[in-house]
């Protein structure tokens, strides 16, 4: 098992920036791929991004166009997302979640999840 907490989420304005933690308890961190999904009024979870359990490989969501860097810490047990040029359009609850060994794409892989954090972005 493993338990996850998102913070960082909050109001800013278009073009600004935000930076997402998820900080992970339970077993052990290193083990686990790590990604970040969003879900915005009215729509479907989507994909953001994901990092392999090295920190050395990562994917993007098409929409995320240079803006987003996902990172970890494994020392800290703890994973990032630097949002940056931020649009209305990125307004949504963000979730983290982790999936043992191997990274994915597709959120039916992933097993545990946080709670997620709001992030709403004002024109």
């Known amino acids: 098992q493993v338990q996850l907490v998102e913070s960082g989420g909050g109001l800013v304005q278009a073009g600004g920036s935000l930076r997402l933690s998820c900080a992970a308890s339970g077993r052990t961190f290193s083990s686990y791929a790590m990604g970040w999904f969003r879900q915005a009024p009215g729509k479907d979870r989507k994909f953001v991004a994901t990092?392999?359990?090295?920190?050395?490989?990562?994917h993007y969501g098409d929409f995320v166009k240079g803006r987003f860097t996902i990172s970890r810490d494994n020392a800290k047990n703890t994973m990032y997302l630097q949002m940056n040029s931020l649009t209305p359009e990125d307004t949504a609850v963000y979730y983290c979640?982790?999936?043992?060994?191997?990274?994915?794409?597709?959120?039916?892989?992933?097993?545990?999840w946080g709670q997620g954090t709001q992030v709403t972005v004002s024109s």
């Open positions: 979640a982790a999936r043992q060994w191997e990274s994915s794409v597709i959120q039916g892989q992933f097993d545990y």
């Open positions: 990092i392999s359990r090295s920190g050395g490989t990562t």
